[in-house]
């Protein structure tokens, strides 16, 4: 099967006009179809400039990228990447907040639409599509960016510490979601984290990464039932 992400020998450069820094060196990585995958380690190890690379939003000094065999050039519509703001623009309601990505890429129809509001539904947040993002706790904003990601159906999903501006709770909550959501489609995701506990409760693979310059330090492989056990149950529309 072809990976849905490559990484071969990826190291980059940042270039500013005082000094140029090497961010991170060494870097092979192959996620295959369904995986979820985190990168794990200190702040300034490098974790952004890789999801960067895959996002197609960095050229990398060296090495070669690809995302389902074909070489990175750009953005694509094949990758989703969700942040740690959510960035909802606040004059737009829930609803035209997640069909933003739709809009842009032209496939905003009845059917997306109605697909969309289902998502927003299975999120708990069925009953919030005219409210406006100020209206909204942080737990159900990263939700609605999370329906906003998924709603154009990207293969693989790149988030970048989603979960840290969330309270304890909500994180495990949020996690517990985000895990089932893209199991059950079927979805390839790579989270990136500081937080290891987390990476292990929510991933198939651990990443961990070494900083100055950000290299691979270890990889671990997470055993079926640690993975099974979800951190926290959510039931459906718990008000987080
Ligand atoms: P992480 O996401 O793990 O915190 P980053 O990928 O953001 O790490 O950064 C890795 C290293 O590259 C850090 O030393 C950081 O200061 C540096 N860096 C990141 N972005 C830039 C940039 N745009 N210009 C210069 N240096 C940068
Ligand atoms: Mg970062």
């Given at each position: 099967m072809v990976p849905v992400v490559e990484l071969n020998d990826i190291a980059h450069v940042y270039v500013t006009d005082r000094e140029a820094s090497l961010?991170?060196?060494?870097i092979h990585l192959k996620v295959e179809p369904g995986e979820f995958v985190s990168l794990v380690g200190p702040?300034?190890?490098?974790k952004t400039t890789i999801l960067s690379v895959i996002a197609g939003l960095l050229q990398p000094s060296k090495g070669a990228a690809y995302v389902n065999g074909d070489p990175i050039y750009g953005p694509s519509p094949e990758v989703g990447y969700m942040l740690q703001?959510?960035?909802?623009?606040?004059?737009?309601t829930i609803m035209d907040n997640a069909l933003i990505g739709l809009e842009l890429t032209e496939r905003l129809n009845p059917e997306s639409r109605s697909a969309v509001q289902n998502l927003l539904r299975e999120m708990?947040?069925?009953?919030?599509?005219?409210?406006?993002?100020?209206?909204?706790?942080g737990g159900m904003r990263q939700r609605v960016a999370l329906v906003r990601t998924l709603a154009t159906d990207p293969g693989l999903l790149l988030l970048d510490?989603?979960?840290?501006?969330?309270d304890y709770q909500t994180k495990l909550q949020l996690e517990d979601l985000i895990v089932e959501t893209l199991k059950e489609r079927g979805k390839t995701a790579i989270l990136v984290t500081h937080d290891l506990s987390e990476a292990i409760a929510m991933s198939d693979r651990v990443i961990l990464l070494n900083r100055n310059?950000?290299?691979?330090h270890r990889l671990f492989d997470i055993p079926e039932n640690i993975r099974r056990a979800q951190p926290f149950f959510c039931p459906q529309g718990a008000g987080l």
């Open positions: 961010a991170v060196e060494g702040s300034g190890c490098g703001q959510d960035y909802l623009f606040p004059w737009r708990g947040l069925g009953d919030s599509g005219n409210l406006y993002p100020s209206q909204l706790s510490e989603p979960f840290s501006a969330l310059p950000g290299r691979i």
